[in-house]
């Protein structure tokens, strides 16, 4: 058996199992849509989070970020109905990106300390802690540690710091995955990276659930730009595709779907790239960058050294 036919394997092996209590843990409306196969298959028992009000993008359109959030928000309830999901099964904390965004700049810029941000932080690691702990998951799927978007990576980290505190105090087990979403601004898109030493595991969309991922996304209008970019770079790995085997168009691409156990021991003050610069690429907040070593690494000590 090929590697790629183990990972399709032992992903579709795992989601026969059917959790009882499902978590998506997502940063934005549209986070979901990178998995929607795997959000099918967990059934309808699945309870989707989205932390922020996705509206960091406001600026792309001709509305207020308050506006635009309630646009994404809109869009994201719709999406999941696809999937068969309730809105009473999904929830929003709606945290504005602007404001994230607006912390994180200041934290690199040195234009605010952390003993300052760490009013605005800890009011969104309390929302997903208290999520953690009202559910109850046996399973929870969050976006992965992957240096590729900040609020995606505070997310993971704040999942991760509640999981594990759930789990010792409850002595439950949760099952804790991560899923792909993008690096090195889009190049690496719905894939770990061909160096990461993780597990992973694939499944292959059948046919109904590859039309229910494509209704999914159509329910994200005010991101049509957004998927042509992605659509662009599936185009250019398809063109590999016909070299290698690979998938060969974008429909091909998302009919594959990737994720896997998220390591243990995973080092969160640590980059998940070589160099600083490379993640994160092109993130600034009117103009103040946003990077791992000055935005993102300072909230993750401040928690590992406040945890329980």
Request: glycine content about 8%.
């Amino acid at each position: 058996m090929s590697s790629k036919s183990k990972m399709i394997a032992g992903g579709t092996r795992l989601l026969e199992r059917r959790f009882s209590r499902p978590l998506f843990m997502m940063a934005h409306h549209d986070d979901e849509i990178s998995q929607a196969g795997v959000f099918q298959r967990l059934g309808p028992n699945i309870r989707a989070v989205w932390v922020t009000n996705s509206d960091g993008l406001y600026f792309e359109s001709d509305m207020q970020p308050a506006d635009y959030g309630r646009l994404r928000m809109a869009e994201g309830i719709a999406s999941v109905a696809q999937a068969g999901i309730p809105e009473s099964s999904t929830r929003c904390h709606g945290w504005s990106e602007v404001e994230i965004y607006r912390w994180l700049s200041r934290l690199n810029s040195g234009a605010a300390s952390m003993e300052q941000a760490a009013g605005f932080f800890d009011c969104i690691r309390d929302d997903i802690r208290n999520d953690i702990f009202e559910i109850g998951p046996d399973a929870v799927f969050t976006l992965a540690w992957q240096g590729g978007q900040p609020e995606h990576d505070l997310v993971h980290f704040f999942t991760a710091l509640a999981v594990r505190e759930y789990s010792a105090k409850t002595g439950s087990a949760v099952e804790f995955f991560h899923m792909p979403a993008y690096e090195y601004t889009i190049l690496v898109a719905h894939r770990f990276h061909p160096f990461y030493r993780g597990q992973r595991l694939r499944i292959s969309l059948s046919e109904p659930e590859m039309e229910t991922k494509l209704r999914m996304i159509e329910q994200y209008p005010s991101q049509k730009r957004l998927f042509s970019d992605f659509q662009k770079v599936f185009s250019i790995v398809g063109k590999l595709g016909h070299l290698t085997g690979g998938p060969r168009n974008a429909t091909e691409w998302l009919s594959t779907e990737e994720f896997g156990p998220v390591p243990e021991g995973l080092d969160y003050t640590k980059n998940t790239h070589v160099f600083d610069r490379c993640s994160y690429i092109n993130d600034d907040f009117e103009g103040a960058p946003v990077t791992f070593r000055g935005s993102v690494r300072p909230i993750v000590q401040w928690y590992l050294g406040k945890s329980f």
